[in-house]
């Protein structure tokens, strides 16, 4: 067998992998990806889970869900008569797979143009030779092959978490992927876990017509965000939406009836049974390092069990980087994007480097949550002196005209320097809006930057230079 050397082999094709593969063609590296993938009609299908069921076709289904919501409840305000509104859901399902075909079918146009050799199959680490680190491949006709690179980026991504009590086999027990799937709107519909995910697909199905309970076995909601963004939320999501979020809900066990199942769970109040009809299991995700055989090199992990690197994805064998979610920190698509981004250009020998003080998070629910850099309890336990304003989407102009007045935007700046720590976004496109706190906390802005700056009229954009105002007492509009 001729053995095919490449400048840099990159195991899988998600957002970490392939966008590591292009930057690093861009840079005149030959590359070759690896990645495992099948759709649902057993071919290649580049992307990862964030392009064939994560990121994007959830945020599809939350937009079909939406504009019926929209359609049944508030298209009447607006003086839109639409008559019946009839749910298609083999449509809507449709319409996301198709979304989902495009965008990983755009994945092997960019691998094409940009030179990449694609290979689809199983990886493993099987040593290392003069020319470099051999990457044993097993294709998906049972033979294999090997390739060589003299750099390997390890972006193999992550795996839903499984839980002892609900087995997962997305027929009546889901995960992300089952979730995605399901092809009748349950009646009665369990969730565990009170995250993105839980959140999420939560909101979708009970758009849809379910009713929606979750089981959250932390006493508090979204730890991680800002805790005044985090109480409002929950009281929109349940109070307007409808569901049912049940915290400090340990669950003990399922059981599997004829046409239903009996989640038990305990609480402070004693212990409770909820029958479902499904229950999608959201209970986090661990790094995906099955089979990679990464002992064959040396590679080290840490005590949760990723791949341990440094701040530059390093990994302790020099020559083997590692990036997204099989790695420290947020799991998060756009910071694996970055990531290698930054590993291609280091290969390349360039500096580069990603900033985690300022990577975003958004939560799809309407209204959207999002924020950057540090929250209130964040600066407290830190103690940090800071001064906050916030101003509410109730009173901007855009929002009342959209339809969608609920939440606020909060910035954080240090007392003495001014300097925005953290801005919390409740509200109508946060996902969009908390890219400007992005840009402004990466150059160091100020609050009074953002204050000083023009924001065009009428804009939802207003709310976070009214807010910025407010740092100093001095918003304009309320």
């Not at 990531?339 to 390349?348: D, K």
Request: proline share 3%.
């Amino acid at each position: 067998m001729t053995e095919q050397v490449f400048d840099v082999v990159i195991i899988g094709g998600g957002p970490g992998g392939y966008i590591a593969a292009v930057r690093a063609a861009q840079l005149g590296l030959s590359v070759c990806c690896v990645d495992a993938w099948s759709n649902a009609k057993g071919k290649p299908s580049l992307g990862g889970t964030c392009l064939n069921v994560g990121c994007i076709p959830s945020k599809a289904m939350l937009e079909s869900s939406e504009n019926y919501h929209k359609a049944l409840h508030q298209f009447a305000e607006m003086g839109i008569e639409v008559g019946t509104v009839n749910l298609n859901l083999q449509q809507m399902l449709a319409r996301k797979n198709k979304i989902v075909e495009q965008l990983t079918g755009g994945v092997g146009y960019l691998f094409k143009k940009n030179k990449i050799t694609s290979l689809h199959g199983k990886a493993a680490l099987a040593g290392k030779n003069a020319a470099g680190f051999v990457v044993q491949v097993r294709l998906e006709n049972a033979q294999s092959t090997e390739v060589t690179g003299r750099q390997v980026i390890l972006a193999t991504g992550s795996v839903a978490r499984a839980m002892e009590a609900a087995p997962v086999d997305n027929i009546q027990i889901l995960d992300n992927e089952g979730a995605l799937a399901l092809e009748q709107v349950p009646a009665r519909l369990g969730v565990i876990g009170s995250g993105v995910i839980g959140l999420e697909m939560g909101s979708v199905w009970k758009r849809l017509g379910s009713e929606v309970t979750i089981l959250e076995a932390m006493d508090s909601f979204l730890a991680l965000a800002d805790e005044q963004l985090a109480r409002e939320a929950f009281k929109m999501l349940t109070r307007d939406q409808g569901l049912s979020i049940q915290l400090g809900a340990k669950v003990t066990r399922v059981d599997r009836k004829k046409k239903s199942l009996q989640v038990h769970y305990a609480d402070s109040q004693g212990e409770h049974v909820l029958e479902v009809d499904k229950l999608i299991v959201a209970v986090g995700r661990v790094p995906n390092t099955e089979g990679l055989n990464l002992g064959a090199v040396g590679v080290q992990c840490d005590a949760r069990g990723g791949i341990q690197v440094d701040e530059h994805c390093r990994t302790n064998v020099p020559g083997i980087w590692a990036v997204g979610d099989v790695v420290r920190g947020p799991m998060l698509a756009h910071k694996a994007e970055e990531e290698g981004v930054a590993v291609a250009e280091q290969i390349a020998g360039q500096q580069s480097h990603v900033d985690f003080n300022t990577i975003p998070w958004v939560i799809y629910t309407a209204p959207e949550l999002a924020w950057v850099g540090q929250n209130e309890q964040q600066l407290k336990a830190k103690g940090i002196d800071y001064r906050s304003g916030s101003f509410p989407f109730a009173a901007n102009g855009r929002a009342k005209g959209l339809g969608e007045t609920r939440g606020f935007v909060k910035v954080l700046a240090e007392r003495a320097t001014d300097r925005i720590l953290g801005v919390h976004i409740l509200g109508p496109f946060a996902s969009e809006l908390i890219t400007e706190a992005v840009v402004a906390m990466e150059f160091q802005a100020s609050s009074e930057d953002i204050a000083r700056i023009v924001h065009a009229h009428p804009s939802l954009s207003e709310v976070f230079h009214e807010a910025a105002l407010a740092v100093d007492g001095r918003a304009l509009n309320m």
